[in-house]
């Protein structure tokens, strides 16, 4: 590995990451983008309207340091009316900036240098480089891709308990996953709460894509078994259930010692954010269920559509349960197996960008997700049709 100057010892290896080089390779060449999971359609009247009457109020300048009442208050609800789960609102709900905060702000207030964090690979991006800047140490156990690309992906309990040492404080959680489409069953999180019960283990666990859940799988948050409210912070965000991905509004929650350290971390990082947005983000969360089933039925769709192309393409599809994101095997167009050369030739190939699974992987267990790519389906009719007559020139 060359090192970057001046670059701190911790973050040696934390490039640029690989979505805005895809980006930018997509607007260089004029490629249909399904690469970054953002959807390229506006989120609900009724709340982005909150918003606009917001802009021009006292809602332009700080919000209170732990988000505003009424933001809170909302997030308290729909835990309790979706997962079941009880929090005040005064001390145990911390609004964010986005997930992505939430998550390095709760690494950096409970890991000392040296704890270890037993996560679930392939991991979204940030995780590795949030550990790091915390002066953690990853412990990555493997999702194993399920055989011919039927069911989901699955675990071995084996592996996570025998990376679980004496040094292992957090077991970081994301439910449904990015970037397989995975929900983990009530099996597995009950496996998984044993352990952390066992161990004495803090959970921290991963939820935005909460609400994006197709037929036949149930999201359940791992914090709702028993033994597990007390040691579980839960983290959530306002941009992929209303789409404003650009907002950067979301939250933690959990008992109020374990905000309370988060707290602490998050001040110094954003301190506040969002002002106009909050309200709006509190509006939203108390829609009705018909918007939040809508939006499932509704990606549910759009993947379907994707997964025929991609199928059709040539490339073999592990079909998602949840979120954005379609998983292939690109082995059978590229026949080296390399993912990355596979989405850096795409664009030039047939028009299309999207994300090398690798870069999800930690470097020793490359190998593990080499000849896989990630494909975002967040995306209009109009879009997905395009890509999907571009991808069928693969065949």
Known sequence: ???????????????????????????????????????????????????????????????????????????????????GLIYDPADEVLVTAGATEALTAALIGLLDAGDEVVLFEPMYDSYAAAVAMAGGVVRPVPLHPPVGGAGPWTFDPAEVRALITARTKILLLNTPHNPTGKVFSDVELRCLADLAVAHDLLVLTDEVYEHLVFSGAEHRSIAAL????????????????????????????????????????????????GGPFQPAVAVGLRLPDEHFTALARDLEYRRDVLVQGLAEAGLPVISPEATYFATVDVRPVQPDGDGVAFCRSLPQRVGVVAIPTVVFYDPSHAHLGRHLVRFAFCKSDEVLAEAVTRLRKLA
């Open 226 to 273: 028993p033994g597990l409210w007390e040691r579980t912070l839960v983290v959530g965000s306002a941009g992929k259930t209303f789409n404003v991905t650009g907002w950067k509004i979301g939250w933690i929650c959990g008992p109020a010692p374990l905000v309370s350290a988060v707290r602490t971390a998050k001040q110094f990082l954003t301190f506040v954010n």
């Open 1 to 83: 590995m060359i090192r970057a100057p001046y670059l701190s010892s911790r973050l040696q290896g934390f490039g640029t990451t690989v979505f805005a080089e895809m980006s930018a390779l997509a607007a260089a060449t004029g490629s249909v983008n399904l690469g970054q999971g953002f959807p390229d359609y506006p989120g609900p009247d009724e709340v982005l309207d909150v918003a606009r009457a917001a802009i021009g109020t006292a809602a332009d300048q700080y919000p209170p340091g732990p988000g505003r009442q009424e933001l809170r208050e909302a997030i308290a609800a729909a835990q309790q009316r979706f997962r």
